[in-house]
């Protein structure tokens, strides 16, 4: 029977450590449970697993030559991977793996399992079959790993630009469980769901940056070509006579922007630049992400889609059998958003400490209440996974609602605005068309 080495909170808050044998990581935590024990961390001591898999064997100390050249991207980094683990040797001209893909393997990945094929063979096959490049050479070498005795978690490991922590810490449980299919179902599931809102949030997005855009081409293309030519026109033809105000303005702004380009074009990018170096410091980073989901319009929608993230990404680690101090640590660095992260790093400390989850995320004040009323409601029936999945599925709908209301809303507004910038240069053209007519009269 497998053996897991624990650290664990009793009743007390007394931390306590030792070891247990039971089937599985899921039958550990109950276990501990049961004895009155609040698990952080379970790690496998000992477990055995199918052989066909190889998943419970020992990794090979040394690496096959195909499987070195194959590794991705990086370089050796203990701090970045937290593991230590191989360095990863970067393919030169190959795209990178996108998550689209790395959710098709996850998914082809547990239905070849499901279907009673060896992980090996699985991994062969979808090699096979993998167009690109670099994703190709990585699922060889998780095949040599395994090849050579190694376990499916800690050769994803080696890949942290392609597998992140999320993912191999649930392999990682579904291979102490022996349950590697239905994490990699579960897992598939995940990604997939993070496509979609992904999706949602950049389509509500980037509609209006496009029409935005636009404008601004439109803009620039009149006070550049033509607002000169009409301004010659009026020079010969009312001979000094004054123009309308609103026309004296619009061929002052065509004057600057052909006069000055460089200059704009060079505050322009020193704006950019400025705000990416901005945006590289934690408190920079922090005032930004905090903006987001304040801004008016769209930070109700960006905050909802984070919301479904984090309870998502929980809900999946938690269901896999993954420790809850754990699981904090690993959503905490997947959320994307630093106040949502330093929300989490609040959580972490307090469930730490003994406390549940929903009474300290309510204290940061980042989370709508009906989120920390769920979860507070799953953690006193003992089914905090499935509410924190059914709160995402909650969210994933509201995200829906508002990108649907959010188009409807600001795409008259947008036209409006494109006609009205339009609109005004047109009228101030036509002001001294007017007055050159009426003079000819």
């Known amino acids: 029977m497998p053996r897991f080495a624990y650290t664990a909170f009793d009743a007390r ?3 306590r450590s030792g070891v247990i044998d039971a089937g599985s990581l899921e039958a550990a935590t109950a276990a501990l449970k049961a004895q009155g024990l609040f698990p952080t961390e379970i790690d496998v001591a000992t477990a055995a697993v199918a052989p066909e898999a190889k998943l419970s064997r020992p ?9 070195a050249a194959g590794e991705l991207s990086g370089r050796a980094s203990a701090a970045s991977t937290g593991r230590g683990l191989a360095r990863e040797i970067r393919l030169p001209f190959v795209r990178p793996v996108s998550a689209k893909e790395q959710a098709a393997f996850t998914r082809q990945l ?14 062969e096959v979808l090699a096979r079959q993998e167009k690109n490049a670099a994703f190709r050479a990585v699922i060889g070498a998780l095949a ?4 050579s005795g190694g376990t499916l978690s800690e050769s994803m490991a080696r890949h942290p630009r392609v597998f992140d922590r999320l993912y191999v810490n649930m392999i990682k449980a579904g291979e102490a469980g022996g349950v590697l299919d239905v994490v990699l179902d579960r897992l598939a599931k995940f990604q997939e769901k993070s496509l979609q809102l992904r999706a949602k949030v950049k389509a509500a997005m980037v509609y209006p940056l496009i029409v935005m855009t636009v404008a601004v081409l439109i803009l620039a293309g009149l ?6 030519k009409f301004k010659q026109i ?11 105000a609103l026309t004296e303005a619009v061929l002052a702004a ?3 922007v052909r006069e000055h380009y460089i200059v704009t074009i060079g505050v322009g990018a020193a704006f950019y630049v400025a705000y990416r170096m901005f945006r590289g410091t934690p408190g920079g980073a922090r005032t930004i992400d905090g903006a987001l989901i304040r801004m008016p319009i769209f930070g ?3 905050l909802k889609s984070l919301v479904a993230r984090f309870t998502r990404t929980l809900g999946t680690l938690l269901s896999s059998g993954v420790p809850i101090l754990q699981a904090i640590t690993i959503t905490r660095d997947t959320t994307g958003n630093l106040r949502v992260a330093d929300a989490l790093d609040v959580v972490h400390e307090r469930v730490k400490e003994g406390d549940p989850v929903a009474r300290p995320l309510e204290s940061t004040q980042v989370f709508p209440s009906m989120v920390t009323s769920m979860i507070d409601v799953g953690e006193h029936t003992g089914q905090l996974p499935e509410m924190l999945n059914k709160v995402a599925d909650i969210y994933d709908e509201e995200v829906d609602t508002a990108v649907a209301g959010l188009s409807s809303m600001i795409e008259p507004l947008l036209i409006v605005f494109l006609a009205g910038v339009v609109g005004t240069i047109v009228i101030a053209l036509f002001l001294p068309i007017i007055r050159i007519v009426q003079l000819l009269t």
């Not at 279907?115 to 991994?123: D, K, N, Q």
Request: hydrophobic share 50%; no cysteine.
């Open 254 to 256: 065509s004057e600057a």
């Open 110 to 123: 547990g239905t070849l399992i499901k279907a009673g094929m060896p992980l090996l063979r699985g991994l």
């Open 59 to 67: 990794a090979a100390p040394t690496r096959t030559a195909p499987s």
């Open 13 to 15: 808050g007394a931390e």
């Open 223 to 228: 006070l550049v070509f033509v607002v000169p």
């Open 300 to 302: 109700d929608l960006i």
């Open 144 to 147: 040599d790993d395994i090849r």
């Open 234 to 244: 009026f020079a010969d033809l009312l001979k000094g006579a004054p123009l309308p």
